[in-house]
């Protein structure tokens, strides 16, 4: 039996990823590998990456988000925030459960990373609930990780960005469409933090005097200008989302250097350092999918899945179900961003074919991307909380599951009610 060029290319990329190489690196061998047995050109593949890394101006976006978040977690934003989100909802049973959520869904509007939401906010949270035994380590662990996931939902959203450059779908409105799924993840995990502190009786954290509250959100106020001044300088025409990533890097900057005097310069140089680390290897990974992405064009697979899908006569509601369903087994075994430039951009052009809003096809398939940092076997976020809190996975797992549920219960809402999430966009002038 003859093993096709495109079989062989696909067979690589799972042999060389198994074996260890990072999966931008088995995108591109195997990539090439495939175009040397077809007897194209080799030159292609860099051409493909470097048309596809220079000549996208979105993709400047994301060095900025990634930057942006890491200024904000060695200064210390994150710690007036907490003390902020204190004021607001530490009164309530399970009340440091209802910070950290509530806390996460502020610092989304600033970093647009999941894993940068739990590493920053994460390790003074989680130290702040484990205090003196009030939280079992493993929830601590659990919440923090399910509510980290709201980060690239509630916008700016580095996954979103990715979206768009696969898709050609406008960034602004997926960030408009991200912002009510972003809100009601956070409602539900509240329920359900309210829920499980009532039935284990969790503590009421002390009330904070009235006098305090004036001084403890003016001490919070610059960190919680950054997604305003963010958010309305894109909506209101100031600024593209690139140039809002910029606004939000410099503001950081501004904010932890001048403002709140937090940071040294080692610190800054170490910053830099690591923000330039992670756009490295996202940046690798883009380019793997840039010449794999064009391996499968020369295949023709997105048209041909198209027409599978029309001649099983296949509606947009099943369609959905069915990206979805497999999504979500996907989650479970690869990271997020390799599912958004290599699986995704299949499924696009059947998702127009159907009738379906890209904008909300979009934001569905981020949130069912980020529920898969949460599942395991792969679950980067539990992986990183495990580590953080020197917790066997499996207990972390067990406490995340009811949010894990939860969160499933808003990906269905938004799957099977469009407006759900083009409400907002649509609002703001959005035609789709």
């Known amino acids: 039996m003859i093993i096709s060029p495109f079989a062989l290319c696909i067979i690589g ?30 030159g292609t593949a860099a051409e493909q990456i470097l048309n596809g890394l220079f000549n996208s101006y979105v993709l400047l976006a994301i060095p900025l988000f ?66 003196e035994n009030r939280y079992p380590v493993a929830y601590a662990a659990a919440i923090t990780a399910s509510a980290a996931i709201i980060g690239p939902i509630i916008p700016p ?16 409105y997926l960030f408009l469409g991200g912002f009510v799924p972003g809100v009601m993840l956070g409602i539900a995990f509240m329920v359900m933090n309210s829920i499980i502190a009532r039935r284990r009786k969790y503590p009421v954290e002390p009330a ?26 894109i909506y209101g025409g100031v600024m593209t989302p690139t140039e809002g990533a910029a606004a939000a890097a410099f503001y950081a900057l501004f904010a932890s250097t001048v403002l709140y005097r937090a940071v040294s310069w080692r610190q800054l140089y170490e910053t830099i350092l690591t923000s ?7 940046g690798m990974l883009i380019a ?6 064009y391996v499968v064009t020369i295949e023709n697979v997105p048209a041909s899945l198209a027409r599978l899908m029309q001649g099983h006569a296949m509606s947009a509601p099943v369609f959905m179900l069915a990206v979805n369903v497999l999504l979500l087994v996907l989650g479970c075994l690869l990271e997020g961003t390799t599912i958004l430039l290599i699986i995704v951009p299949i499924f696009i052009p059947t998702a127009k074919a159907l009738g379906i809003d890209l904008v909300h096809f979009g934001v569905v398939v981020v949130v069912n991307i980020m529920i898969g940092l ?15 809190t020197k917790q066997p996975l499996a207990r972390i797992v067990r406490e995340a599951a009811p949010f894990i549920i939860m969160s499933l ?18 609002l703001f002038g959005y035609k789709g």
Do not use: Q
């Not at 005097?209 to 305003?228: G, Q, S, W, Y």
């Not at 599942?375 to 976020?381: A, F, I, Q, R, S």
């Open 13 to 42: 990329i799972v042999l060389l990823g198994a074996l260890g190489l990072p999966i931008g690196h088995a995108m591109i061998v195997s990539s090439v590998f495939y175009l040397l047995l077809k007897g194209l050109d080799l």
């Open 66 to 131: 990634i930057l942006a978040a890491d200024l904000m977690n060695i200064g210390s934003l994150t710690d007036r925030l907490l003390r902020f989100c204190l004021v607001l909802v530490g009164r309530f049973r399970g009340g440091l459960g209802h910070v950290n959520v509530v806390s996460n869904m502020i610092f989304a509007g600033m970093s647009g990373s999941a894993i940068a939401d739990a590493v920053g906010i994460g390790r003074i949270i989680i130290g702040m609930m484990t205090k």
């Open 157 to 172: 959203s580095i996954p979103m960005v990715v979206y768009a450059l696969v898709s050609d779908t406008s960034i602004g």
């Open 208 to 233: 904070i005097p009235l006098k305090e509250v004036p001084r403890i959100t003016l001490r919070a106020f610059p960190a919680l200008m950054l997604p305003v001044i963010l958010l309305f300088g």
């Open 276 to 282: 330039s680390k992670a756009t490295a290897s996202i």
């Open 288 to 293: 793997g999918a840039m010449i794999f992405n």
């Open 374 to 388: 949460l599942t395991p076997p792969y679950g980067l976020l539990l992986f990183v909380l495990a580590n953080m």
């Open 409 to 426: 219960i808003v990906l269905v809402i938004i799957a099977t009610i469009p407006d759900a999430v083009l409400w907002l966009p649509r």
